[in-house]
């Protein structure tokens, strides 16, 4: 991960073509320009900034932190909610927009997605998503966001308007950032540039499958890691002590050390250590490690979190399910075990939102996968919440985003329908105030090739 641009990467295709002999380099030029061409930028124009009020009026309006508000105004001014009601005073000024008979939101939150780090998964050059090496807690999500995915688009078009960016990588991978999905720069995207500090947790337990290495092999593999995660904190707080030992002038200034510099406010308990853990084993050992560094912890994954009940809420963890649409682990799993986990997390008490499963193609269905944990026992002002403010509140910014309250952020969208069901369509989004433009390549895709079928149903003459 570095600051740069996704797209194109001149360096890999000048030294590609240094390599082939004269004449095949033209034709190695183009097809690196059609593999990166269709992905360099989408068409849609950032919003511009609110310069004047608008009022949604009518709609039925779902605050999130309260209950629905039937034939509801939603007034907003300088990108900020105004006044939520059923009685709100307009102003002459105040532009109107009937809703009537539609549902108004606030803007969904993927807790958990590559989106803005990866754009084609098996196109290498479009990914940019994790550094070389185990120990890289200094690697930042958001200096390398691609503000002009052709995936941020698609992903507004269900009403997810922020998400959580995660790098990958193994051990400790980096910061995600949280953003706001409208914007040139991911300067201007940026919500909390750095919303915790990602570790991936080694497997515990060696698995018999094709193709992996044997069980004695992957424990020595996962006794390397943690030893290597054990000595990185080690050595941060070592550099920790040296540094307010320097400013104390008792000794010189260490030699400045980024990778230690970034775990500095997890060690201090400013910044969550989010660990991905899936397992009931690795779960356990996450939580004990972060007990013995004394460290705030989000679980991230949590499949067998639910097992783990207890031990999560006297430790005060919250959990971001990586996903619901996903198969169960084991094969004595009960089929809907993934469909079920939000429901079962509610009944035993467990503070969760629900994420998205990393991938930022699938980012799009976020509301359907608290759509079918309402299927399976979760009630729907729950799921709701579950990608809205339990999200904002986890990481920290549920002053701005996660419900329809007067001094957050004008981020919401309108739709036909229950936003978690797949007929309703979103009609109208706002980011902070600006009203975003809903069209998207698959959009346009769409339109192209039903004008194509309509053409062929016209009798020939």
Sequence with gaps: MNNVPLLPKRPMAAALARRLPRRFAFVALLCLGLAAGPATASQEIPGAPQDHPIALVGGVIYP???PPIENGVLLCAGGKIVAVGRDVPLADNVERIDVAGQHVYPGLIDAYTELGLTEIPMVRATNDDAETGRINPNAKAQVVLNPDSELIPVARSTGVLSVLSVPDGNLLSGASALIQLDGWTWEEMTIKPVAGIHLRWSRMAPVNRWR??????????RDRELAELRQAFESARSYATACRASAEGKCPPPDFDARWQALLPVLEGKLPLVIEADEIRQIQAALAFAERQRVKVILLGGYDAAECADLLKRLDVPVVLGGVHRLPRRRDDAYDAPFTLPARLQELGVRYCIGGADRPSMVRNLPYQAGTAVAY??????ALRAITLSPAQIFGVADRLGSLDAGKDATLFVSTGDALETPSKVTLAFIAGR???LNNRQRR?????KEKYRRQAKPSH
Excluded: H, M, N
Aim: hydrophobic share 30%.
């Design 445 to 449: 895709l769409w339109e192209k090739y």
């Design 212 to 221: 992996q290495a044997k069980p004695s092999e992957q424990v020595k593999v």
């Design 64 to 66: 999130v932190s309260g």
């Design 435 to 437: 009203r975003i433009d």
């Design 377 to 382: 026992g979760l009630p729907p002002e729950e």
